[in-house]
């Protein structure tokens, strides 16, 4: 989790249990386990998941129990520890990428999180088929009409508080809510309602990096139990739900899930990150007509106030260097105004640089400018410009790659809006990382189909009636 959503949380004496011993199944028992639930979501017909803390230990996060958990630290007096990378930066890991595998392959239902971290949504599982119990630091949501809002940073505010931007529906226009829970509120029956319905027609629950202490969430899992249902755990430490299971496995969720995949034959897909922004150059004619004055910006698509946080700086060159003066734009907004004759025709070069976290340092886009050329509107398919860049970045490793998705062109002032899309970070898994030995491969596939091995293009909240 982030620490800042911990410090924004409001404070309590009691969290439940921290510093929670850890146990580890030994090799061989860890390899029996792995097989024992593989041939269970092999068999399952509605397979649902329940994540934590645990799973994103891996992206970087660190977790409230265990014992370098955020809690067990405050509880010690000890300083928390350092984020690795921004937070909003973070990326899913293995476990959060096999289930994207999972729920194209038909064999994972729902999932059901905790965690406030967004990796979920980033990871590319559908919104219909995720519930975010404790809601998300990157999301806002408008009250009046529900829309949601996946920002690319934190959002300020947790505890459902009205956030400085409004609902850009031009029919509703309400103020913007963070979605993010204090320890008083209610679970979002929006979230818990569909997440009971899953449960109950589960016949696998399978927990993944959870201590299983907060309730009402906590006890989902159970509801399977009554049709039938089995719930498997993977977690480090004990939880009080370990006689309910019907397996409980000791070991990292990246492990235990990559071993699983082996085994199902399916591989874990890369994670491609793509960040949206916007250039907008506007333009005006000077008195005597003899010059075109205009202003370049590079601002977020989520408002032209709000930050952009995966670019640090900005270099602006031109094609004609001898007669135009580069800049260096080193804060944001990124704004660089300049005059130029009107009948003259040039490129603006501009080099964007990365901030911490992205998976390259740089990249290069260039902008042709000509005043009397009058720019057109489009609007280009937003998922096959994401599938194209994605398996371009996948193909050549690395990230940088960037493609226009949308022009606009605005009357007053006379301004051309242009939004691109860009590959920012690029992460590939590798499934057979078991350090325990082989596994065997099953032989039957999934649901009764066979299955290739393809790269895939104890705070108690209140529960709102």
Not at 209 to 215: D, N
Not at 326 to 332: G, I, N, T, V
């Amino acid at each position: 989790m982030s620490l800042g959503y911990a410090e924004k949380l409001s404070y309590i004496e009691d969290v439940g249990n921290v510093g929670m011993a850890e146990f580890f199944d030994s090799p061989q028992i860890l390899q029996e386990k792995i097989e024992q639930l593989a041939k269970l979501i092999q068999k399952s017909k509605h397979l649902v998941v329940f994540t934590g803390a645990g799973i994103s230990t891996s992206c970087g996060i660190p977790d409230f129990r265990g014992p370098n958990g955020i809690w067990t630290l405050q509880r010690e007096g000890k300083p928390l520890p350092e984020a690795s990378l921004p937070f909003h930066r973070a990326m899913p890991g293995m476990t959060h990428m096999a289930l994207v595998e999972l729920e194209k392959a038909g064999i994972l239902k729902f999932v059901i999180s905790q965690n406030v971290d967004g990796l979920h949504l980033r990871s590319g599982i559908p919104r219909e088929k995720l519930a975010e119990l404790h809601g998300n630091s990157f999301m806002e949501a408008c009250p009046s009409c529900g829309s949601e809002y996946f920002r690319d940073f934190e959002v300020e505010t947790i505890g459902l508080k009205e956030t400085s931007r409004r609902c850009s529906d031009l029919k509703c226009g309400a103020k913007l809510r963070d979605t993010v829970l204090d320890w008083e509120d209610a679970l979002p029956p929006k979230e818990m309602n569909p997440a009971e319905k899953h449960c109950r027609i589960a016949d696998v629950v399978l927990c993944l990096g959870t201590s299983l202490q907060i309730t009402p969430a906590c006890n989902l899992p159970l509801k399977c139990l009554r049709g039938g249902g089995k719930i498997v755990i993977v977690n480090l430490q004990k939880t009080p739900k370990d006689k309910k299971a019907s397996l409980v496995i000791h070991g990292f969720a990246d492990k235990v899930v990559a071993g699983v995949m082996d085994l199902l034959n399916l591989r874990i897909p890369p994670y491609i990150r793509i960040d949206l922004f916007q250039i907008i150059v506007t333009q005006s004619l000077s008195s005597d007509k003899k010059f075109v004055n205009w202003t370049l910006r590079i601002t977020s698509v989520h408002g032209q106030t709000a930050q952009l946080p995966f670019i640090k700086s900005v270099e602006v060159s031109f094609s004609d260097r001898l007669k135009y003066k580069e800049a260096s734009l080193d804060k944001q907004p990124f704004q660089l105004k300049r005059r130029t004759v009107i009948n003259e025709t040039f490129d603006i070069k501009l080099k964007l640089n990365f901030s911490d976290g992205c998976g390259c340092p740089c990249t290069q886009i260039n902008i042709p400018f000509d005043f009397k050329v009058p720019p057109k509107c489009f609007e280009l398919d937003k998922d096959d410009i994401f599938q194209r860049l994605r398996e371009t970045a996948f193909q050549d490793l690395g990230c940088g790659q960037n493609e226009v998705i949308e022009r606009k062109v605005l009357s007053s002032p006379k301004s051309e809006v242009t939004v691109y899309a860009i590959v920012s970070n690029v992460k590939t898994f590798e499934s057979n990382c078991l350090s325990n030995g082989d596994l065997k491969w099953l032989k039957d596939g999934v649901n009764g189909t066979e299955t290739s091995k393809k790269r895939s293009n104890s705070r108690k909240r209140k529960s709102r009636s």
